[in-house]
């Protein structure tokens, strides 16, 4: 196989581990904490964000990204290295 193929398949998948991480990352960030009803005021459920876990989950989307687009990069100077040499004009 060529490099330049190796390298795609190395970068897809290192984009597949980064989204399945900022999932990870993305479904823990999130806490609740339940507060029981007191004199006159009703009870209702807090929601806050670990901003460390929600930083690593939108780093890991950027990384994601960059790695697509750097596996597309390949995947066109590949093809247009293998298109057919014609007479130049």
């Known amino acids: 196989m060529k490099r330049w193929i190796i390298a795609v398949l190395v970068e897809l998948g ?3 581990l980064c989204l399945a991480g900022a999932v990870y990352s993305w479904t823990r960030a999130r806490r609740s904490t339940e ?3 007191a004199e006159d005021h009703p009870a209702f ?8 876990l929600v930083v690593l989950a939108t780093a890991l989307v950027i990384l994601a ?9 390949r995947i066109v100077a590949g093809s247009v290295a293998r298109g057919p ?5």
């Open 45 to 52: 459920e807090a929601v806050r964000y670990v901003p460390p």
């Open 65 to 73: 990204g960059l790695l697509v687009i750097a596996a597309v990069a």
């Open 35 to 37: 507060f029981a009803t």
């Open 85 to 89: 040499a014609g007479p130049m004009h």
């Open 14 to 16: 290192l984009a597949v």
